[in-house]
């Protein structure tokens, strides 16, 4: 972290430096879109960018704090990129409608013509048309560079990063206190858009929510873009400087528009932090368009959009269905909202048509044939793509987990024990949550063999792995921290061990027999499995699940079981139906073993805490699955689906309330959306 730091450092320090020799330089590249320099801008940026990735990486609260600040610089300057583009597409728009219907005038034999002429219709004089037209449209262009050279001294102070106050001092605070009085909320106050308020009265119950959302949004952000989408072999885009702007800006303010859009409900208090606002579907479309291009910023691009299409929204479950649309030339073209499968093939044919060396497309070919429920094929790649070494461990890394994921998916315990433990080697940030992971994999190969009546060395051996794994879980816990907080995993599963330790010692019960309700199916829940498998692994689900309740070994005991227990059960089963469509089973469950249950039951000492939010949420996905069914207006599934989802947003602090956050975030802009179709229609 501390050679990253460094390197970022010296890069924005070049950059600036660049940037003000450009200033000054004649000789330099003039655009007719950006102000001048702003190439080294756009570096600068790039380096703040990274800089408050290793920032809130850091284990520091000060260093994650400053990563935010450099946040919001970078989000500046490359607003006011865009915005030059913004200024030319407009300029451009209006200059070439003054051009046409000059064109129009000059072809005329009426002494009289209409301006409001259809574009392209320049009259029956054919012959004397090209002559004029060439003339005006190089006079468009020395027009177009003139204004652009006027704009650069107003643009200048919105794009030039000397102008940062980069002397801004942060002193680190003492974070060993632990004798000091601590409270559930933050008491101090912010300034919001010149408005004094309190932090601690700031939560997510409805009036808060009405006083964030009618809050003015910066004066950098607007609701009109005119997005320069023009192909890469466009003349707009003859110097290969203006291509690196382009792409170079899209691809980081479509990615911060994009990640900011996903903050979960629970961490909205940070957005007054940043000061402004993500836009999911402008951002989508900022880095489609940087994929066009065949340099680092168009593979970054491709990158960024698999990974979302791959990770974020297969981690999700209401989604907008993706419609067909127009392209520029008219064309029938896929949107870019749900998971807009035929666009993201060619996208992953092109990237491995230009980078066919490169291991990350291998990856995100895996994780496209796991999005279409074929795992086995995705672990045949990811095995293929392991027999030749990537040159980066980072690669080689995810590629390991990716593969410990499907395995898990796919209910292969052996190699599901065998990966993650690889994990642990190949990466060390959340050693705890890999051994967790390990140890639930061999509790699943205990209970089948106990249920199948093997041999009592082979049970053994997969109780003793299971007990050994699952206890390595507290030592390496804590070891990793995220903006000075421990991870929300390596904070659930430390919980679950202590959990069981208590009820072994309870019961008089080897700890083996005191684990709950299936860990690995608990994993797969939380990872949303239930997308990338088919129905014989759903099947397999049901029937692990079946071991706490109906199962000869643990039945006795499941009667006296406490309400959380049962609830984690519900949820699962439930899930688990409601991924097969058998909508009616999961409600049913879901409103018996949870909604119906005292929230008190469910909160407090060791229970897991996260099921009821997660009931709430799973009856929002079933609600919104149905609204094509019938038996209800769709308008009135789609009303009930938003009910159940605004109360999971509501809810209070639980554990992984982040992760499921991300789920329910992404179902709140699906849901807004989908109102916004309507109110067009």
């Known amino acids: 972290m501390r050679e990253a730091s460094e390197r970022l450092a010296d890069a924005e320090t070049t950059a600036s430096a660049d940037h003000r020799k450009a200033q000054k330089d004649s000789n330099v590249h003039r655009s007719a879109i950006y102000p001048i320099g702003s190439e080294f801008a756009l570096c600068h940026a790039q380096s703040q960018l990274m800089s408050a990735v290793v920032g809130v990486l850091n284990e520091s609260l000060t260093e994650s704090i400053r990563g935010f600040y450099k946040l919001r610089k970078a ?24 051009a046409r219907t000059s064109i129009d005038s000059l072809q005329s034999n009426r002494s009289v013509r209409s301006t409001k002429a259809v ?15 060439k003339s005006l449209l190089n006079t468009l262009r020395q027009n177009e560079a003139q204004a652009a050279v006027k704009s650069n001294a107003a643009m200048k102070s919105e794009t030039d990063p000397d102008e940062d106050d980069d002397d801004d001092e942060f002193y680190d605070v003492d974070e ?27 939560s997510l119950d409805e009036d808060s929510r009405s006083e964030t959302d009618n809050l003015s949004p910066p004066k950098f952000l607007s609701a009109d873009h005119h997005i320069l989408d023009h192909d890469p072999d ?112 060619a996208l992953l044919q092109d990237m491995r048509a230009r980078h066919p060396k490169s291991h990350l497309w291998l990856l995100e070919e895996a994780r496209m044939e796991a ?23 980072q690669v080689e890394a995810l590629n390991m987990f990716e593969k410990s994921l499907n395995s898990m998916y796919i209910h292969n315990y052996p190699l599901c024990t065998e990966s993650f433990l690889n994990c642990v080697k190949l990466n060390n940030w959340s050693h705890a949550l890999y051994y967790y992971i390990a140890g639930a994999a061999q509790v699943e190969s205990y209970r089948h063999c106990k249920m199948s009546a093997r041999s009592d060395k082979e049970t053994k051996k997969h109780a003793e792995k299971a007990t050994e794994y699952l206890h390595l879980v507290p030592q390496h816990a804590g070891k990793k921290k995220f903006m000075a907080r421990q991870l929300p995993f390596d904070v659930f599963v430390t919980r679950k061990i202590q959990k069981w330790d208590a009820r072994a010692k309870e019961r008089g019960v080897p700890f083996i027999d005191a684990v709950g309700v299936s860990p690995l199916e608990e994993m797969i829940f939380f990872w949303n499995g239930y997308r990338r498998m088919n129905e014989g692994q759903m099947q397999t689900s049901l029937q692990n699940l079946k071991w706490s309740d109906e199962s000869k070994e643990n039945k006795s005991s499941w009667a006296k079981e406490e309400a959380d227990e049962k609830a984690v059960l519900a949820v699962l089963r439930a899930a688990t139906l409601r991924s097969q469509g058998r909508w009616d089973e999961a409600a049913r469950i879901l409103k018996d073993g949870v ?49 159940w989802v605004e109360k999971a947003a509501k809810w209070d602090s639980y554990e992984l309330d982040a992760r499921v956050g991300l789920k329910v975030a992404t179902a709140q802009d699906t849901l807004k959306k989908f109102w916004q179709g309507r109110k067009g229609a």
């Open 176 to 202: 060993t206190l632990n004798d000091a009085p601590k409270s559930e909320t933050y008491t101090g106050h912010i300034e919001i858009n010149g408005v004094i308020k309190d932090l601690d009265k700031t």
């Open 119 to 133: 574009p392209g219709g320049f009259g029956d004089a054919q012959a004397t048309t090209k002559k004029p037209e």
């Open 595 to 643: 909604l119906s249950v005292p929230n008190a039951d469910l909160r407090g000492g060791l229970r897991d805490d996260w099921t009821a939010p997660c009931a709430h949420y799973e009856m929002g996905v079933g609600a919104w699955m149905r609204r094509k069914e019938g038996g209800k207006d769709e308008v009135e599934w789609v009303k009930e689906c938003e009910r």
């Open 75 to 98: 989000f500046v300057t490359l607003d006011a990129i865009l915005a030059a583009e913004d200024k030319y597409m407009r300029g451009h728009s209006q200059q070439t409608i003054s």
């Open 371 to 393: 999005m279409n429920r074929r795992l086995s094929t995705a672990l045949s790649i990811l095995d293929s793509s392991s027999q030749t070494k990537s040159p980066l461990k």
């Open 234 to 345: 466009s003349d707009v885009f003859s110097n290969p400087v203006d291509v690196f702007i382009h792409s170079g800006a899209n691809l980081c303010f479509g990615l911060l528009l994009v990640m900011i859009s996903m903050i979960p409900p629970a961490f909205n208090k940070l957005l007054f932090i940043i000061g402004f606002h993500g836009d999911r579907d402008r951002g989508l479309r900022l880095l489609w368009q940087a994929s066009k291009f065949h340099n680092i910023n168009g593979a970054m691009a491709g990158l960024c959009l698999l990974g979302y299409y791959h990770a974020v929204v297969g981690f999700a479950d209401i989604l907008p269905e993706p419609s067909i649309i127009k392209t520029s030339s008219n064309e029938p073209q896929q949107d870019i909202q749900g998971y807009p499968k035929q666009r993201c093939e």
